[in-house]
């Protein structure tokens, strides 16, 4: 008796916390994104910008809009949301009985939300999200073939859209399954008091001038640099590298590069950054703050400082400046360019509207819209058309030294595998940067990875 | 010989049925009572999990069906780098988290054990950050730990003379900093448990043995350490699977673009690989397989411990 009290319970303690167990860990399952993926486009935005205008007018004709809802969820803060719903406003009173409601959605919720949308075959009509989601939530059947489905629209995007950033939502064979929304692209700020102080005159335009620069304002008693944007991954790297005249892939994506003589050159540079001129390895400083402060009088960012730092920080007014970050040994100054794509759900029952929204938003009307409500909250939404920056609302040195920037800046490659790469890329670098690895064998090593996942 | 319907006594079925009608009456009310929980039990976590052990066997990408694949998504994780990283990692947290979690609760509890005034407001003060959000308690700890010229802990080395440790970007100092984090916010609600043990412990014990002469390390090491043996076992297999799920302050301080690790993936642990691959790669199949994977070791670690439990009682 006393044993067959003891074997139950024996079996009861096993299967309660069987039970237990799996429930806590069903939890981590059932309640529970980023990368990318485009040829590396670097281009000259000039073509664009010529074809924009006549482009862009004609932008109207397209899918035939028909009355319904639809509902975007838009992946940033609210105030993104608002300013892209100024441009659905504006399309609802256009097209009587159809309402296109933008739902801010978090960067850090939205990958998960957006699978587990496509999973259930119900949510939104569209989502915007990171570049490399069209292709990612695309090639699984999520998203619409817009090339397939309306290439007008594509041609039209194709014209308008800078070239860098267009290259980076499409496949290899042809395929776009969302085009950008908006874009962010790598730029330089300096703070002009401070440089004039140290005696430095012109504004770093090269690697050379760069460190220069840096050990000049350190001499002063700054910290030098800051990379925000980025900081110690292949995002911060990526403008180095292609400045030395490197590239991860070739044009066709048939040959790992990232192990070249210039990128090993550029991996050198890029660290000596770090482990020479001291740029922070910690990425929970806030940089702006010492922007302001003047603790990193030299910062690399992306481009929504150039309205956005004032606000938050209004002690560096009249203080500072943008210009595109340096040039390599090639001469190039390639910039990471980045932002948001839009693309259509294929569960959506208003696929032609929405491809009516998207033509819409490229025209003048809606861009310019976009730009002022960003202006008036502080924000800065580029849309990804190039000829639009001049109609932005910032004072005319920064939309100078972002156009100049856009004329030379790539997104990230489209190339099969490379976002199963990037975590070994992000650290091969760091250990470059943290543990003086040897740049030529860490790239070696990324290299072997790249061209594992590129069979 | 096999039963036909023909040769079953017709009081027999009869008296079958009035005893289910029987058992109805009696057990009826508590089936209805206890069918809305057990409803959603079956919808919400039985059917995932037993559905996520089929996912684990497919190449299931969240959007199309995946196709059964037998044990590939198993076999590949002992070759997968990242994962072995994780499992070492997640085991030196276990490790170090419960043990100190646990002896930091006991000694809490020890001190404050005492019902004074002064006690309760440790206690109490001791207790806080149980309460407080984990994401409240990592934004404390990130603005404790950085390199930035406000960053409490280096403050504290300059004064001493040491120079700054960039603490978030040294790979050696991630899985220390996960700890501390940990036990500051749990070491209180170990204490607390610890004290309901200690509170059940009968004072004529320790009174007759410092009687007889025992000191009080002997007193503490032979008769209250037994005595609160359940509720050690209880700390530690709790401790136990809440540490290996750890996710929550890994994703708050070392996610990044792309990146879910830290640096050099030194903060990567198994539930955060799980969520990279699941949600941000779309490999939901393999993600399944490690979900199964993590829950057979807190599964053998839990029946270990309970094992240990049982032969010393």
Not at chain 1, 171 to 177: A, N, R, W
Not at chain 1, 303 to 307: K, P
């Given at each position: 008796m006393f044993k067959l009290t003891r074997l139950s319970t024996r079996k009861w303690t096993g299967l309660t916390s069987f039970v237990t167990l799996v429930m806590l860990f069903s939890l981590v399952l059932t309640a529970c994104g980023d990368s990318t993926a485009t040829t590396p486009a670097t281009t000259t935005a000039s073509a664009a910008a010529t074809t924009a205008a006549s482009a862009a007018t004609t932008a109207a004709a397209g899918p035939k809009v028909t009355p319904g809802n639809l509902t975007v969820w838009a992946v940033g803060s609210e105030d993104d949301a608002k300013v892209f719903q100024s441009a659905a406003d504006a399309f609802n009173k256009a097209n009587p009985g159809v309402k296109v409601t933008i739902q801010p959605v978090s960067w850090d919720d939205a990958h998960a939300k957006d699978l587990a949308a496509a999973t259930s075959g119900q949510g939104p009509d569209m989502i915007t999200g990171g570049l490399s989601w069209g292709i990612e939530f695309g090639t699984k059947g999520a998203m619409v073939d817009l090339a397939q489905k309306y290439p007008d629209v594509v041609k039209n995007v194709q014209k308008l859209a800078q070239p860098g950033i267009y290259n980076s939502v499409?496949?290899?064979?042809?395929?776009?399954?969302g085009v950008p929304a908006d874009l962010t692209v790598m730029m330089m700020y300096y703070r002009t008091d401070l440089l004039k102080e140290a005696g430095i005159d012109k504004i770093p335009s090269t690697w050379d001038e760069l460190t220069t620069a840096i050990t000049k304002l350190q001499a002063k008693g700054s910290k030098g640099m800051a990379s925000s944007w980025?900081?110690?991954s292949w995002l911060g790297w990526y403008g180095f590298l292609y400045g030395a005249g490197g590239s991860l892939y070739d044009a066709q994506c048939t040959k790992v590069n990232i192990n070249s003589p210039e990128a090993v050159k550029s991996l050198q540079f890029y660290s000596e950054l770090y482990t020479k001129y001291k740029t922070p390895t910690d990425s929970t400083i806030d940089f702006e703050g010492g922007f302001e402060k003047g603790d990193y009088p030299i910062l690399m960012q992306g481009?929504?400082?150039?309205?956005g730092l004032e606000s938050g920080h209004p002690g560096v007014k009249g203080k500072w400046a943008a210009a595109p970050i340096p040039a390599g040994p090639s001469g190039k100054k390639t910039a990471f360019i980045g932002g948001r794509m839009i693309g259509i759900m294929n569960f959506s029952k208003n696929q032609d509207t929405a491809a009516a929204f998207i033509n819409y938003l490229y025209t003048d009307e809606a861009a310019t819209m976009t730009s002022t409500k960003a202006a008036e909250l502080s924000a800065l939404w580029l849309?990804?058309?190039?000829?639009?920056?001049?109609?932005?609302?910032?004072?005319d040195d920064r939309k100078a030294a972002l156009t100049a920037q856009l004329s030379d800046a790539g997104g990230p490659p489209n190339c099969k595998g490379w976002e199963e790469s990037q975590n070994t890329a992000d650290k091969k670098i760091q250990e470059v940067i943290l543990n003086k690895a040897d740049p030529q064998k860490a790239l070696d090593e990324v290299a072997v990875v790249m061209n594992q996942n590129l069979k | 010989m096999a039963i036909s319907e023909s040769n079953v006594r017709p009081d027999l079925t009869k008296r079958t049925l009035n005893a289910r009608v029987a058992l109805f009456r009696r057990m009826g009310a508590g089936y209805i009572m206890i069918a809305p929980f057990l409803i959603l039990f079956l919808v919400f976590a039985v059917w995932p999990i037993i559905n996520s052990l089929y996912l684990s066997f497919t190449d299931f990408n969240g959007v199309k069906s995946g196709e059964f694949i037998g044990t590939k998504n198993y076999e590949r994780m002992w070759g997968d780098e990242r994962f072995i990283k994780a499992l070492t990692n997640t085991a030196s947290y276990v490790v170090l988290i419960v043990s100190l979690n646990t002896i930091c609760g006991l000694a809490l509890a020890m001190a404050l054990r005492a019902p004074t005034a002064l006690n309760q407001i440790c206690r109490a003060l001791f207790f806080l950050p149980a309460v407080t959000s984990t994401v409240a308690v990592t934004v404390l700890w990130r603005t404790i730990f950085t390199s930035a010229d406000y960053g409490l802990a280096n403050t504290i080395l300059h004064f001493f003379g040491i120079k700054t440790i960039v603490f978030f970007s040294s790979p050696e100092w991630s899985i220390p900093i996960l700890v501390i984090i940990s036990l500051w916010g749990g070491m209180g609600g170990t204490m607390i448990i610890f004290l309901a043990g200690l509170q059940s412990i009968s004072g004529d014990m320790t009174e007759a043995a410092a009687i007889d002469g025992a000191t009080s390390v002997q007193r503490f090491w032979y008769i209250i350490l037994p005595l609160l043996k359940p509720t050690t076992i209880y700390i530690v297999i709790t401790g136990l699977i809440g540490a290996f799920q750890v996710f929550d302050m890994v994703y708050l301080i070392y996610s990044t673009v792309g990146n879910i690790g830290g640096p050099l993936d030194s903060a990567l642990t198994i539930v955060p690989y799980l969520y990279d691959r699941g949600?941000?790669?779309?490999q939901l199949g393999y993600a399944s397989s490690i979900a199964w994977v993590l829950f057979g070791i807190i599964f053998i670690m839990t029946m270990i411990n309970l094992r240990l439990g049982r032969e010393n009682k």
């Open positions: 499409k496949t290899l064979d042809g395929k776009v399954y980025g900081n110690t481009n929504w400082d150039i309205t849309p990804p058309r190039v000829d639009m920056v001049s109609k932005l609302q910032v004072p | 949600f941000t790669r779309f």
